[in-house]
């Protein structure tokens, strides 16, 4: 296993994240704890792991935040070796967002942004979403967001790659975009999306490695070893709960750098 494990999708839950009712399938089928761990405890899954660097995700929804951008950054500046910020905003007020993606960058130090187009029941070529794609640009940080069906109470066509993304990445072909949660049951979408667009990325966050889909283990044994990215989805699965039959795999020791690290640390250029 090699030594510079970066996870690029983890949560530090607190109470109000985890009491949201459209979670209940999500903590059900993953056995995830339902009282929010600590940041020790968060630090110890990912030594158990070997997980040197974690990004940390904020959650704003229509309802308002369920982990605030300064909630993120308190965690990042008490172990700025250990965690990354990924911001969150509220794409029904477009000019604060933008503002706010700009504070987060430049005050923060946060490397990406992320919104889920389940969490707004909107898909990412909607117009609420475009200012937010225009800031990253600006700012020069990945867009973060997921692809596929929706694992919480809530509906999935949102998460389908084609026409949604892929309008959106050829409106905004400077835009770097990670699609996590790996993108099924449209996998041929999300992979034919890769294969046109060179800024589109994608992680495994949400899966077992050995769970993964047999196309996406192809392209990133191939021509995709640049472009996978691993994440647990912390708290819902543990990075060492993901990570235990890698092996399985038979990726070769370079796409296993790339993966476990190496497209990372340059996806969102971390200096770590």
């Known amino acids: 296993m090699p030594d510079e494990i970066i996870d690029v999708w983890l949560q530090q839950p607190n109470e109000l994240f985890l009491s949201q009712p459209w979670f209940e399938p999500v903590l059900r089928w993953t056995k995830a704890p339902t ?14 792991a070997g997980v040197r660097f974690g990004l940390l995700s904020a959650w704003y929804t229509p309802c308002g935040p369920l982990i605030t951008n300064d909630e993120v950054a308190d965690i990042v500046s008490a172990h700025p070796g250990r965690f990354g910020g ?10 604060r967002a933008v503002r706010e993606i700009r504070r987060c ?10 919104a889920l187009p389940w969490v707004w029941n909107l898909p990412p070529n909607d117009r609420r979403f475009y200012p937010v794609y225009v800031a ?8 973060c967001t ?14 389908r790659p084609i026409p949604y993304l892929d309008e959106v990445l050829l409106d905004f072909p400077e835009l770097v975009v990670v ?3 790996v993108g099924y049951p449209w996998v041929n979408e999300v992979l034919s999306l890769a294969d ?27 021509r995709g070893r640049t472009r996978v990215l691993f994440g647990s989805n912390y708290p819902m699965l543990t990075p060492g709960t993901c990570l235990k039959r890698l ?4 990726l070769g020791a370079e796409a296993t750098e790339l993966y476990l690290g190496g497209n990372a640390r340059r996806v969102f250029s971390l200096p770590v």
């Open 247 to 250: 092996a399985d795999l038979g």
């Open 86 to 95: 990924i911001a969150s905003v509220d794409l029904a007020d477009p000019v």
């Open 35 to 48: 009282v929010a761990p600590t940041v020790s405890m968060t630090l110890d899954a990912m030594d158990q």
């Open 196 to 222: 046109k667009y060179p800024n589109f990325h994608l992680d495994t966050s949400a899966y077992a490695v050995h769970r993964l889909p047999g196309e996406i283990v192809e392209f990133m044994r191939g």
């Open 179 to 181: 699609g996590g949660h």
């Open 136 to 143: 990253c640009v600006e700012e020069d940080v990945p867009f």
């Open 105 to 114: 960058v430049r005050d923060l130090g946060f490397v990406g942004v992320r």
């Open 146 to 159: 997921q692809v596929g069906h929706t694992g919480p109470l809530r509906p999935s066509e949102p998460g």
